[in-house]
């Protein structure tokens, strides 16, 4: 294997230096002027904010010229309704501080935009903000989005910070800022399929009998309970925020809330020795509970996490959560030693767990990341962290054959649809045993929150089969209104992420972004209804270039045709990325699929 992309230089220690500077001395930081607005910290314009709360409208009444811009208005309302998003008042949808728009000024213009954006206009948005419309055509995007992208010399979060602080940018994570978020079931297969991979490779094809501990239930982190449970499995999750373990559990994404630890780990154990599938929340910080399940010899099968790490100012450290909390607010440099600091703790405890016999994982907020920043050893002698992310350990082969997160969501806002859609799927696919599986346990355990949607894994040729019986549906009447097609950014062929997505590629191509650039405009190309270009989703700015694709569907022939090209074309860079990177997988599939490499025709 090639040598792996350089760890980045860790920060001074043990004073935990976060205000050193990152850039180099011969490209110092653009300087930037203070926006026109009053008060401290980002302008967000809390005057324009509506006064009714923001929901996706339901029906098929339009108040856009198209379907395809009202498709879009109502994910981007459907992302920052209350039951969907994170913190509303300030439109972050999850992930920390992903935005669905730049502020309540720029959203406002965002939905006058969609309601006379004409059908054959373009509709432009620069981190959150309508900056222009152009006259392209009816089969082109009706909507191209670019988040969080700064020249790679300066994409720094200190920069970042900066520039989002002045009202100039937003971090749009992934979908967040692509208007193609849908709960915490976005990432729900693809967690339940790691998790079956972990179980399949480690103990003999079900987790029943095991206990994983994780920590983080944000908006995409209550995808690992209920995954562990799917998996027959036993959970213990760990945040800090009390609120959110009581939402989980309200939502069904969790089964339990202990009292304190001695009753989480009796419940688990009761759960293991019993073999069923159970998860509980216990209200503490994982910087703290991890080191004591250690010092009591508490055995772990499984250990990984899903808290927020890759902004500093996101992962919540030891200590009282309403003095820390009111330590961000007062003291952000503080916060963020102390932060790193837990971070440090944090992932110190699960390589402890790991040499004392758990099966440990990454699940990508950039913990390890972090951590190596503030000097802690995470890698071995040949450059590969000690414990391997959730791609390169379990998922990597799905990546292969142009599989990833599938997503589709009903605009009339009637469950019945997806259910229609469900049955459909079963039958274009009824030798899909797992698919079959999933769909079982997603009707029994999945809510449907803001518009009803649903998630699966379908690779390079299923997705455009898929997506014209979708469009079937809809043209025959079978459902009652337009279906949104799209996906997570994290796909097969849409992501460069050394951290995550591409860590450890055979080839060494980790950090290489052509990637999702040419995903990004290869799906323009082919009639994508709206496409987006994000910097940093999920690992923190500078550590991944991602790209997004949705497009709707109508019912016409005309879109049918379209459907046939971005949903073959979007697949198709998995196959394309990962051939050129030496699987031999991806290349078996692409010879036999028929899938188009210059030098293997």
Not at 497 to 505: A, D, F, H, K, L
């Amino acid at each position: 294997m090639s040598q792996q992309p350089a760890a980045p230089a860790p920060l001074d220690t043990p004073e935990l230096n976060l205000e050193a500077n990152s850039q180099s001395d011969k490209t110092p930081a653009p300087v930037v002027s203070a926006p026109k607005t009053n008060g401290p910290g980002r302008p967000m314009y809390y005057e324009y904010k509506p006064e009714e709360t923001v929901r996706a409208m339901h029906g098929s009444t339009l108040r856009c010229k198209t379907w395809e811009a009202e498709a879009a208005l109502r994910m981007l309302e459907n992302n920052l309704d209350p039951a969907v998003s994170l913190v509303y008042d300030e439109l972050i949808v999850y992930g920390g501080a992903g935005r669905a728009a730049r502020n309540w000024k720029e959203y406002q213009t965002i939905v006058k935009t969609l309601k006379n954006l004409e059908p054959d206009e373009t509709m432009l948005v620069q981190s959150g903000k309508a900056v222009g419309v152009l006259r392209t055509w009816a089969h082109a995007p009706r909507v191209l989005i670019a988040n969080s992208n700064i020249v790679p010399a300066w994409s720094t979060q200190e920069y970042f910070d900066e520039l989002d602080k002045l009202g100039l940018m937003m971090y749009g994570q992934m979908t967040a800022g692509s208007w193609i978020y849908i709960a915490t079931q976005g990432i729900l297969q693809g967690t339940y399929e790691t998790f079956a991979a972990v179980a399949d490779k480690h103990f003999g094809g079900t987790l029943r009998g095991t206990i994983t501990v994780t920590a983080g239930l944000g908006g995409m982190s209550g995808a690992q309970p209920l995954s562990v449970t799917m998996n027959d499995g036993v959970c213990l999750v760990i945040e800090p925020i009390d609120e959110r373990v009581k939402q989980k559990v309200r939502e069904g994404y969790l089964d339990a809330q202990a009292r304190d630890l001695d009753h989480a780990l009796q419940i688990c154990t009761q759960s293991k020795d019993d073999g069923i599938g159970w998860s509980v929340g216990l209200t503490g910080n994982a910087a703290t509970v991890l080191p004591e399940l250690l010092a009591r010899g508490f055995k772990v099968d499984i250990v990984t996490d899903q808290t927020s790490a890759h902004d500093l100012m996101d992962y919540i450290p030891e200590g009282d959560i309403h003095e820390v909390l009111t330590l961000r607010a007062t003291d952000p440099a503080e916060f963020k030693r102390q932060a790193l600091a837990s971070i440090m703790k944090h992932c110190q405890a699960i390589i402890d767990m790991q040499a004392g016999g758990a099966v440990a994982l990454d699940y990508g907020n950039n913990l390890r990341g972090q951590a190596e920043k503030g000097g802690l050893k995470v890698r071995d002698d040949n450059g590969q962290f000690l414990y391997p992310g959730f791609v390169p350990g379990y998922i990597r082969p799905l990546f292969c054959e142009g599989k990833g997160p599938f997503r589709w969501a009903a605009l009339s806002g009637d469950p019945a649809d997806i259910l229609r859609i469900d049955r459909a799927l079963l039958e274009t696919f009824p030798d899909n045993k797992m698919l079959a599986r999933w769909i079982e346990k997603a009707q029994a355990k999945v809510p449907f929150i803001g518009l009803p949607a649903r998630v699966c894994w379908l690779g390079y040729g299923e997705r455009e089969k898929f997506g014209l019986v979708i469009n079937d549906l809809v043209a025959r009447g079978e459902v009652s209104a337009p279906i949104v097609i799209g996906r997570d950014h994290l796909d097969c062929g849409s992501v460069a992420s050394p951290n995550r997505e591409t860590e450890g590629m055979k080839d060494g191509s980790d950090a290489v972004a052509d990637w999702p650039l040419l995903n990004a405009l290869a799906n323009t190309a082919s009639g994508a209804d709206w496409v987006s270009l994000h910097n940093g989703g999920g690992v923190g700015i500078g550590n991944s270039t991602h790209s997004g694709m949705v497009i709707v569907a109508t019912g016409t022939p005309e879109k049918a045709e379209r459907l046939k090209r971005v949903l073959t074309t979007d697949p198709g860079m998995g196959v394309f990325r990962h051939a050129d990177a030496g699987y031999e997988l991806a290349q078996q599939v692409a010879d036999e699929r028929g899938v188009k490499i210059p030098g293997r025709e």
